[in-house]
């Protein structure tokens, strides 16, 4: 699922739609994890004549503690978007208050990708677009760095296998 058609512009056609890997998801679900745990040993602790209020209050206290370990992240990531089109590279990203970027096709100047241990782990990486005029755009924790890196290196300067 791309960009919505009344965002691009005449003759503009999506070529690439990225996300950034799962791995950001990782530290967010063991903290998720951990909230579930210390809600069933207070649950645990507290005496059997407190209940069922008591279950009902750690309970809610362990979902309102999972909403910004754990839904505020996974939201972040489901609304964070790499979209590469013959004419634009589009980053958007944002929950409630949206931020994007644009940076013309014509201005990448060179396509550089980093990985570091851990994204050697899961397969990602992170890639570096540089322009003509402005500080470079990274997209970070792209899959398969390395294949779309070089897949958009032969879209943008006209290499065809």
């Given at each position: 699922m791309g960009l919505p058609a009344k965002l691009l512009g005449d003759g503009e056609q999506e070529l690439l739609h990225l996300r950034s890997h799962g791995k950001v998801m990782i530290k967010p679900t063991i903290w998720l994890i951990v909230v579930a745990a210390l809600g069933g040993v207070v649950f645990a602790m507290?005496?059997?004549?407190?209940?069922?209020?008591?279950?009902?209050?750690?309970?809610?206290?362990a979902l309102l503690a999972a909403i910004p370990v754990y839904l505020a992240p996974l939201l972040r990531w489901r609304t964070s978007t790499y979209t590469l089109t013959n004419h634009r590279l589009i980053t958007r990203s944002g929950i409630i208050n949206?931020?994007?970027?644009?940076?013309?096709?014509?201005r990448i100047t060179n396509v550089a990708y980093e990985r570091s241990l851990t994204d050697r782990m899961f397969g990602c990486g992170s890639l570096v677009f540089t322009t003509s005029a402005e500080a470079p755009v990274v997209l970070h924790d792209v899959p398969k760095v390395e294949e779309v890196g070089v897949a958009i290196s032969n879209l943008l300067f006209g290499v065809r296998a």
């Open positions: 507290l005496p059997v004549s407190w209940r069922p209020a008591s279950a009902w209050v750690v309970t809610i206290a949206k931020a994007g970027h644009d940076v013309p096709v014509a």
